[in-house]
């Protein structure tokens, strides 16, 4: 699962790594913590045009729909299991025509121990900007919504999300491009889903619980200062 994530660099730092560009630079807004279920504006480039870095809602909604708070009530689809996209009502179309690259620097993910809950923050080592591997729907000309694409925990993750044993989809460098190549077809899609995750060394430490904490504003550079919790030294 996927339902914090940052993106603090600027937006020619993200131009230059994914060789693209905004059209509005004006529209970026860094984030030091998104909260998915505030339905904020992630950045994504979509399969049709890979040129362009869109904002987009983060929580996919039908192509159509009357009611977005109700919906909301009844589906959260801020990710989608990669394992069954293509056989989902919601996500098999989108999956084949609509993947887009939903870019980041790192994301929040808790670590259960003694029933108790311990946010951590995770990233490359280098800090560089990744790239999860999404879909999306358009809704009206350039208003988008987009779903993160989960898999199985690697080693890595499961140590960290130790209940559910899941994890963003983050793309290699090398399979980027692939995932929004228009010509892909089922089969190649479900070979990337397992083969593209990135190569890259991740790093993971423990930050306040203002995270998810819904009283506390938690959007500010401080949320990534790491943050020691004298009970979990005396366990490990």
């Not at 109700?70 to 098999?92: G, I, V, W």
């Not at 800090?127 to 925990?153: K, V």
């Not at 491009?177 to 593209?196: A, C, F, Q, R, V």
Request: hydrophobic content about 35%.
């Amino acid at each position: 699962m996927c339902f914090h994530l940052s993106n603090t660099k600027k937006p020619m730092e993200l131009e230059d790594r994914f060789d693209s560009r905004f059209e509005d630079i004006s529209i970026f807004e860094p984030s030091y913590h998104l909260n998915g279920f505030d339905y904020g504006t992630v950045y994504i480039i979509k399969q049709d045009d890979e040129d362009i870095i869109e904002p987009s809602i983060w929580g996919m909604l039908p192509e159509y729909y009357s009611d977005e708070k109700e919906f909301r009530k009844k589906f959260n689809t801020l990710n989608a299991r990669s394992e069954k996209a293509l056989h989902s009502k919601m996500f098999s179309e989108p999956i084949i025509e609509r993947r887009c690259l939903i870019l980041a620097d790192g994301f929040f993910e808790s670590k259960e121990v003694n029933g108790m809950k311990y946010p951590h923050f995770v990233r490359y080592k280098n800090y560089e900007p990744f790239a999860f591997a999404g879909i999306y729907n358009e809704h009206g000309l350039g208003e988008y919504s987009c779903s993160i694409l989960t898999t199985e925990a690697n080693s890595f993750m499961a140590e960290i999300h130790n209940t559910k044993k899941r994890m963003p989809l983050i793309l290699d460098k090398t399979t980027e491009k692939l995932w929004i190549d228009n010509s892909l077809n089922n089969i190649e899609i479900l070979d990337l889903i397992k083969t593209g995750f990135t190569k890259e060394k991740f790093e993971a430490y423990t930050v306040s619980k203002d995270l998810t904490n819904s009283r506390v504003r938690s959007n500010h550079s401080n949320i990534l200062k790491k943050v020691e919790y004298e009970e979990l030294k005396t366990l490990f």
